[in-house]
């Protein structure tokens, strides 16, 4: 298949060749396994998610858009999400900014989607274009098993760097599969979610009936840490 022609599936099960439809394999290794497996914790970009994508995309048969809009946007509600925004809807997008430390000025950016490899590419880990309502929609059908049975998610939650804790960034946190999560369990956090490089962050609490999502979009931002404090805040209301 073409690297660069986002609609041909790979046409063998090899990963080298799930590899080569997305970036150079020599590229995409290296930003991938920046350590030896399981030594420590580091943000992989949303390179290792896009190889998931090239997964799927095998073994469905499908266009990754497709599978993710049948399988997750359209059971979600989500009418407002897609990979491949077209162009006269571009200027729908939000204005995003990136804060100077040196200067101490938040400046516009382009209004583009730097994550955006190539004009067919749909990326599992950074390309979904979509709305605040919208990503609470996600939210709930994840906090509801609308999308996955609560044994999976219960499995996604569960903590996968306790050997390498320090080197996690989230504080008050662990990482299980995808998501940030609960340390062991016992520590009073009964929420999982992510956040966004540009500040937004998602919350989604199971036990209390929660989900939370706070939309930014700052990237570089000087108060980026504090957005964790908001699901504390809101659990104490």
């Not at 997305?22 to 970009?45: G, Q, W």
């Not at 998610?49 to 049948?70: A, L, N, P, Q, R």
Request: with cysteine; proline share 2%; glycine share 10%.
């Amino acid at each position: 298949s073409s690297a660069n022609n986002g609609n041909d599936l790979v046409s063998d099960g090899s990963l080298s060749e799930c590899c080569l439809k997305l970036v150079n394999c020599d590229l995409l290794a290296a930003e991938v396994l920046l350590h030896k497996l399981f030594i420590c914790f580091s943000n992989s970009f949303n390179h290792l998610s896009s190889v998931f994508f090239c997964f799927v995309e095998h073994i469905s048969g499908e266009k990754f858009g497709d599978y993710v809009k049948k399988n997750i946007f359209d059971p979600s509600g989500m009418t407002n999400s897609t990979f491949l925004l077209p162009p006269e809807k571009r200027t729908l997008l939000a204005p995003q900014y990136k804060y100077d430390y040196g200067t101490k000025q938040t400046n516009l950016c382009e209004n583009t989607n730097v994550y955006s490899m190539w004009q067919e590419y749909e990326s599992g880990g950074g390309g979904c274009v979509s709305t605040v309502d919208d990503i609470v929609r996600f939210g709930e059908a994840l906090r509801t098993g609308k999308l996955l049975k609560l044994e999976t998610i219960d499995l996604m939650t569960t903590n996968q760097i306790s050997h390498c804790l320090d080197s996690f960034i989230v504080e008050k946190y662990a990482y299980g599969l995808g998501v940030r999560c609960s340390v062991d369990g016992n520590d009073g956090i009964s929420d999982f979610g992510w956040g966004g490089a540009a500040g937004a962050g998602l919350w989604v609490d199971v036990k209390n009936g929660l989900t939370v999502y706070y939309a930014q979009h700052v990237l570089n931002s000087p108060v980026i840490k504090k957005r964790n404090e908001l699901i504390f805040l809101i659990k104490e209301c």
